[in-house]
């Protein structure tokens, strides 16, 4: 998930700078105390990792910096950007209970510091899962959505070994073209959200449904659930998949999306585990 935010905010501060530029990522410990907190009101003073994204770009109006981090805000170009880069990135730092300042001129470049407070114990595994039940193989026709080759790749493969026929898309476009020809066969889509050609997995899910009302969606991305509740009724498990995700998790909810089961209900079998799926 950290991962996830510096290369959203290092794709920022690329895009911020087209002739070339220095990008520097450099991490420190900070004490902070009760008059230098800036962060959300829970958070208590001590010690923190802060971890700047520096660029020497083109900077950031004054005007725009206090919509940053809203889902959907984007200054680039039809085409060029979601709006969901920086909000994801607000998200997951939120989530490790730290935040996000921003310093940034127009012409002067950009810095965006993330603090995150430093664990005060040592390390613990969490909890093994519970195993999950593998009765999971079909003869359902599926469309696969995807526009990274690699991950559409292993998932067509990992379906269609449970029996599955796979028909599949790059993109949103591509996959109006596919349900024409097929889609009087296929029982469910797996799109992506975010992919490139101006139709979005929302979108292609929406016009796909007005054509066969009980058609199974399953909704995947990179980015929190949560940048797309504002369109879409999201579950995880039962309508969306977050990725990274285990190949496991991907035939469950697909066979749970065709049975009609609630995320908590699945047949039994055994069968070796897959490996993960990644972005």
Not at 201 to 223: A, C, F, H, V
Request: proline share 8%; hydrophobic share 40%; glycine share 10%.
């Amino acid at each position: 998930m950290l991962e996830m935010v510096l290369l959203n905010l290092a794709v920022n501060a690329r895009d911020a700078m087209p002739e070339g530029g220095r990008l520097l990522i450099r991490a420190e410990l900070v004490e902070l105390k009760t008059r230098e907190l800036r962060g959300p009101s829970h958070v208590n003073p001590g010690s923190f990792a802060c971890v700047c994204v520096e660029d020497s770009g083109s900077g950031i109006a004054p005007e725009v910096l206090p919509h940053l981090f809203e889902p959907f805000f984007t200054t680039k170009g039809i085409g060029k950007g979601t709006g969901l880069g920086l909000a994801s990135a607000f998200g997951i730092v939120k989530q490790h209970h730290g935040w996000i300042e921003v310093d940034s001129q127009p012409g002067c470049g950009a810095c965006f510091k993330i603090f995150l407070p430093l664990a005060v114990a040592a390390f613990s595994a969490p909890p093994a899962l519970p195993p999950i039940s593998r009765d999971v193989a079909g003869a359902e026709t599926i469309l696969l959505v995807e526009d990274d080759r690699a991950l559409r790749r292993l998932a067509r493969t990992v379906i269609q070994r449970h029996g599955y026929r796979v028909h599949e898309a790059a993109s949103g476009v591509e996959a109006l073209s596919v349900w024409r020809e097929h889609g009087a066969a296929i029982h469910l889509v797996l799109t992506d959200m975010v992919m490139p050609g101006g139709l979005s997995g929302r979108e292609l899910g929406e016009q796909l449904r007005q054509q066969k009302d009980d058609l199974k969606l399953i909704y995947t991305s990179g980015y929190s659930p949560d940048a797309f509740r504002q369109n879409l009724c999201l579950h995880e498990g039962v309508n969306f998949l977050a990725k990274p995700y285990h190949t496991d998790h991907l035939l469950q909810t697909i066979r749970r999306a065709l049975d009609g089961l609630p995320p908590t209900q699945a047949p039994h079998a055994s069968r070796p585990p897959e490996p993960e799926l990644k972005n």
